[in-house]
Nanobody
């Protein structure tokens, strides 16, 4: 059984940095896409309403939300089934629960439990 494990969230001051990491308890070598999504605590928790932050696919195509371009960097090792998100110049509006995702196909779409990121002075 595959479990997604996230780490690296926490409290940081505006302008600071955090690095999120995500691995798997079991490897998924044929994942098509890996990425990070977020939602503000208290908002709807349905997965379809989570905001895309950054994704990377097996072809190396990167996608970023406009609000994080130039500040966040996603990286993945598809052989090791890991994905990370380096977040710099953090802002209060980046405060959210961040979710890691490993997508193979619609029947194999794995999400982590979420890690809280709080940006506050």
């Amino acid at each position: 059984q595959v479990q997604v494990v996230e780490s690296g969230g926490g409290l940081v001051q505006p302008g600071g940095s955090l690095r999120l990491s995500c691995g798997l308890s079991g490897s998924i070598h044929n994942a098509y896409l890996r990425g990070w999504y977020r939602h503000v605590r208290g908002a709807s928790a349905t997965w379809s309403e989570r905001e895309l932050v950054a994704t990377i696919d097996t072809g190396g195509t990167l996608t970023y939300a406009d609000s994080v371009k130039g500040r966040f960097t996603i990286a993945a090792d598809f052989a090791k089934s890991t994905v990370s998100l380096q977040m710099n110049s953090l802002r209060p509006e980046d405060t959210a629960v961040y979710y890691c995702r490993h997508f193979v196909d619609p029947s194999r779409d794995y999400w982590g439990q979420g890690t809280q990121v709080t940006v506050s002075a």
